[in-house]
Nanobody
């Protein structure tokens, strides 16, 4: 059974840093693109960042560019999101999402392209 599970959320003050991680299990993820999405209260899912299956390319939403860093450790089937200088509007449930590269076809921001989703981890940023 394939599972992906996030960890690392919590309550932080604006300007602080927070690191999220997501581990996959149950199959080989060697050719998988991995991404982070988030959903703030009362809002739609929003693409945050993605890293290509090779790990060589990263993609970011404009709202987090320069503040967040996405990376992966293929040996550990793990994706990371380093969040710095967080803001109150970063408050959301953060989800990791995984998809084989043949599903993505260059479209990293569309949630429906991703096959496996975690349960989410809550991030709350206080002013």
């Amino acid at each position: 059974q394939v599972q992906v599970a996030e960890s690392g959320g919590g309550l932080v003050q604006a300007g602080a840093s927070l690191n999220l991680s997501c581990v996959g299990s149950g199959r080989s993820f060697r050719t998988y693109t991995m991404a982070w999405f988030r959903q703030a209260p009362g809002k739609e899912y929003e693409f945050v960042a993605a890293v290509s299956w090779s790990g060589q390319n990263q993609y970011y939403a404009d709202s987090v560019k320069g503040r967040f860093t996405v990376s992966k450790d293929s040996a550990k089937d793990t994706i990371y999101l380093q969040m710095s200088d967080v803001r109150p509007d970063d408050t959301a449930v953060y989800y990791c999402a995984w998809a084989d590269r043949t599903n993505i076809m260059g479209d990293y921001v569309s949630g429906h392209k991703y096959t496996y989703w975690g349960q989410g981890t809550q991030v709350i940023v206080s002013a």
